[in-house]
């Protein structure tokens, strides 16, 4: 006789789970529609498998003896392994020794015992979404009882959830199509908004280039002007210039710093030079300096001054006023 290892009141409590765990799910039945809804009925069906389903009982325990099977089976209880894994299990190990002694009613008894635990494991596959697993358990149900009330429940269960997990498949699927169809007309008004921006840029620089021409046309009339201007004066001043001009060979020089270049003017590589009148007292110090041509205009006037108004010379006997062009020459 085969010597089982399920105790009479372990029986009874795992005949209690499973009628717990039976009447949740029968209320589950009861709230859902007899009839599938028209939305239902127009899912797709589950994909069919490849291949076809593999054996409840692998090749391997099936080409077992009993006598190995008994042991193989009694050590698997002892191990707690009652339904996994596949090919070395309990259920496994008992159903094909069912098959080599149909009549043994020891056999029966383990797998009438055996059963719940299996149930059990089969609705836990299917929460978890093990697929797999869970069919391989139905098919281990199915073989140890076709009739068993439970089975199309849980092939149902299978089916339900399967379709879930496809249709939230597809809906995640979706709405990563929608956020990057969203990513790709954002990418598209983005480019937009930099092509408007650009254009925009090139607008402004237009008609700053613009205003800048415009200042530089005023700015080389206002320099014809002035230059006729101070043609004019230079011939009012020819007489007194050449008056002084014997007293302008006496000047001597002892410092002449050059002046400071203005940074602005520097920067643009901007040259001229400044056209400066300027009087030497007695003690050789210049006292007075102005502007009498400058090109450009107003550009170095003040640090030609400034330049002009530092220079020394040696003493003279009488203020001597002559004219000097400090010359501005970023190269220099």
Request: proline letters at 8%.
């Given at each position: ?21 039976l009447?949740?799910c ?16 127009n ?31 009694s ?20 159903l ?19 059963m ?21 358990l ?13 089975l ?28 990057a ?10 480019q ?5 921006a ?28 002035a ?8 011939q ?18 002892i ?32 006292t007075?300096?102005r ?18 108004r530092?220079?020394?010379f ?17 190269g220099?």
């Amino acid at each position: 006789m085969l010597s089982m290892t399920i105790s009479p009141k372990s029986r009874l409590c795992a005949c209690l789970m499973l009628a717990a765990v039976l009447g949740a799910c029968s209320k589950q039945e009861e709230a859902a529609p007899a009839a599938p809804t028209p939305a239902a009925a127009n899912q797709p069906a589950a994909t069919p498998a490849a291949t076809p389903p593999a054996p409840a009982v692998a090749a391997t325990v099936q080409a077992m003896g009993a006598d190995q099977l008994r042991d193989a089976a009694s050590q698997a209880l002892r191990e707690n392994r009652m339904y996994a894994p596949a090919g070395d299990n309990a259920m496994e190990y008992y159903l094909a020794l069912r098959d080599k002694l149909p009549d043994d009613a020891a056999v029966s008894s383990a797998l009438t015992d055996l059963m719940p635990y299996t149930l059990i494991a089969a609705e836990q596959a299917v929460a978890r979404e093990q697929f797999e697993e869970a069919q391989r358990l139905v098919a281990l149900i199915e073989k140890a009882d076709k009739t068993a009330p439970a089975l199309p429940r849980i092939r149902q269960s299978i089916t339900t959830s399967q379709q879930a997990v496809a249709q939230r498949s597809e809906a995640e699927a979706n709405r990563a199509k929608a956020d990057a169809e969203a990513r790709v007309q954002a990418q598209a008004q983005q480019q937009v908004q930099q092509q408007a921006a650009e254009a925009d840029a090139a607008r402004r620089l237009a008609e700053q280039q613009e205003a800048a021409r415009q200042a530089a046309a005023r700015e080389a009339e206002q320099q014809r002007e002035a230059a006729a201007r101070q043609a004019a004066a230079q011939q009012q001043a020819a007489p007194a210039a050449q008056a002084a001009a014997p007293a302008q060979r006496s000047l001597r020089p002892i410092s002449m710093p050059s002046p400071r270049y203005p940074p602005d003017a520097l920067r643009a590589g901007t040259s001229g030079e400044v056209l400066v009148e300027f009087t030497v007292g007695t003690d050789g110090a210049v006292t007075d300096a102005r502007v009498l041509r400058a090109n450009p205009a107003r550009t170095f006037d003040r640090e030609a001054l400034n330049a002009v108004r530092r220079w020394r010379f040696e003493p003279v006997d009488a203020p001597v006023t002559t004219r000097r062009t400090v010359a501005f020459n970023p190269g220099g």
